[in-house]
């Protein structure tokens, strides 16, 4: 069992930035792939972003490459995602989710059992 906890979120103008953190508690939890999904108004949640349980690969969303970042640090149990270059597309509430896949990193919500509450993030232009 997973327990994860968002934080960070809040509100910044067009190309500001922001960091997204989310805390994992659990005995295993270091040994899980960790990823990000937002969901905006009036829309299906998507994928935005993964780590492997080791920090060794990630995987990006295209709208958001070479603008968000993943990292985690398994000695506290943390997975952070910095958003640079933010655009009003990306307002949403961003979800962090736990899960397993023998095949690398997935980025369809089913390769994730454990989801958190999501944090808000508003963009205005």
């Known amino acids: 069992q997973v327990q994860l906890l968002e934080s960070g979120g809040g509100s910044v103008q067009a190309g500001g930035s922001l960091g997204l953190s989310c805390a994992a508690s659990?005995?295993?939890?270091?040994?899980?792939?960790m990823g990000w999904f937002r969901q905006a108004p009036g829309k299906e949640r998507e994928f935005v972003a993964a780590?492997?349980?080791?920090?060794?690969?990630?995987k990006y969303a295209d709208p958001v490459k070479g603008r968000f970042a993943i990292s985690r640090d398994n000695a506290k149990n943390t997975v952070d995602l910095q958003m640079n270059s933010l655009k009003p597309e990306d307002t949403a509430v961003y979800y962090c989710?736990?899960?397993?896949?023998?095949w690398g990193l997935g980025s369809e919500e089913y390769f994730y059992d454990y989801w958190g509450q999501g944090t808000q993030v508003a963009v205005s232009s």
């Open positions: 659990g005995p295993t939890a270091s040994t899980y792939d």
């Open positions: 780590i492997r349980w080791s920090g060794g690969s990630t």
């Open positions: 989710a736990a899960g397993r896949s023998p």
